[in-house]
C-alpha cells in the first residue's frame, strides 16, 4: 500500500492520504484514492484480510 502510494505521488498525481474503513466483521482495511488521468477516480485498497503471497 505505501509502495504504490509513494509511486503514485512521484508520478504527480497527488493520491489522498492512506486511511482505513471498517470493511464488516471488524475488518480494517488500508485504502485511498487517486484521480487518473482522465478525470477517473479511482480507489486502491487491499482486501479484507489483507494480500496473500
Known amino acids: 500500500m505505501e509502495a504504490k ?3 503514485l505521488k512521484a508520478a504527480g ?3 489522498s492520504r492512506i ?3 471498517d470493511r464488516g466483521g471488524g ?3 488500508p485504502h485511498f484514492y487517486v ?3 482522465g478525470h477517473v477516480l479511482v480507489e486502491v ?3 479484507p484480510g489483507g494480500l496473500s503471497s
Open 5 to 7: 502510494h509513494a509511486e
Open 13 to 15: 498525481l497527488n493520491p
Open 19 to 21: 486511511a482505513f474503513m
Open 27 to 29: 475488518v480494517r482495511v
Open 35 to 37: 484521480t487518473a488521468p
Open 45 to 47: 485498497c487491499t482486501p
